[in-house]
């Protein structure tokens, strides 16, 4: 049943803990390899249902593949939409397991015409779903200088920011910034020091890309989304991809683990504290050496597991 090895493969099927009969939710199906694999573990009363807010992946022969399994549902959406999806076949508060595998997918990066990589020549759309949003070229046209700065900074870690903001406003009013290599010599141009093994234009293209999607916020609408779709036991296994996602899912994670507020010295029941929905699972988890090797993607993944009380 398998389709696409993922990053950290075994580790995710693993700590999802899968029960044969059990209801599970991939919330990034992209090439259905964590689908494939969960749904080799279910029994025939079993449920997988899985989202991606990717035309592509929904509509791709991966996901043909795996619909012909009656456990499996797909739908297009994405991490907002989770509580409307699983409220249609009554799955709140049901779930055994929802993994999340953030960031941009393989088949993103390596399709030029997605605008994803400063590698390939393609419109500079950067779009997980290319059916909303605006496109990361009308953006840039659009943007303030101050605010671009702000976005390059936050969501690049850039130090040249300023820099590459004022680069891009003026180099907008001569001609438009449409394609992924004209943004990508632009950026190389106006950075004065290169990191040693990595490409200048790294942190600008993950900045515009994180927002033109609003990739954080829909993570953090989709981690309290998933934790109050679990049953009591469930398992939420997140894979992170650089530090803003994994921070997101870390606090988050600390956040949910314990009591909830601090009563002080005032006196107060025990049932009256508000404690915290989830309980921590082990250590972070990082991709082995020999998937490293295999997978040069797998060395910044992430992955972090937590159990709803």
Same mark, same amino acid.
């Given at each position: ?23 599970? &939710? ?142 891009? &406003? ?131 993944? &992430? ?7």
């Amino acid at each position: 049943m398998l389709v696409h090895q993922s990053v950290l493969y075994q580790e995710a099927l693993a700590q999802l803990n899968i029960k044969a009969d059990g209801i599970y &939710v991939d919330c990034t199906f992209g090439r259905g390899g964590h689908s494939g694999g969960i749904l080799e573990q279910l029994g025939p009363s079993g449920c997988l249902l899985a989202l991606d807010r990717d035309l592509a992946a929904i509509t791709s022969s991966e996901a043909s593949q795996l619909l012909a399994d009656n456990r499996f549902v797909l739908h297009h959406g994405c991490f907002s939409d989770f509580t409307v999806l699983l409220g249609q076949y009554g799955y709140s508060g049901k779930v055994n397991g929802v993994l999340m595998d953030l960031g941009v997918s393989s088949p993103q990066l390596d399709s030029a015409e997605r605008g994803f990589s400063f590698l390939r020549d393609g419109e500079l759309d950067m779009r997980m779903d290319t059916s909303n949003g605006i496109p990361a070229y009308q953006y840039l046209q659009q943007v303030d200088e101050q605010s671009l700065a702000k976005v390059i900074f936050e969501y690049g870690e850039e130090r040249f920011a300023r820099r590459i903001a004022h680069a891009i &406003v003026t180099q907008r009013q001569i001609q438009p910034i449409q394609t992924t290599l004209q943004l990508a010599k632009l950026i190389e141009n106006c950075v004065p020091f290169r990191d040693k093994h990595k490409h200048p234009a790294t942190r600008t293209f993950q900045a515009i890309r994180i927002e033109v999607n609003q990739e954080l916020e829909q993570i953090k609408l989709g981690l309290r989304q998933a934790v109050d779709s679990l049953a009591p036991g469930g398992r939420l296994v997140v894979i992170a991809f650089h530090s803003l996602e994994d921070r997101i899912v870390k606090r988050y994670i600390r956040d949910e683990s314990g009591l909830k507020t601090n009563p002080g010295r005032l006196p107060i029941k025990q049932h009256e504290l508000e404690q915290g929905r989830l309980k921590k699972i082990g250590k972070s988890i990082r991709a082995s050496q020999q998937e490293v090797q295999q997978n040069p993607r797998a060395r910044s993944a &992430v992955m972090r597991v937590a159990e709803k009380l």
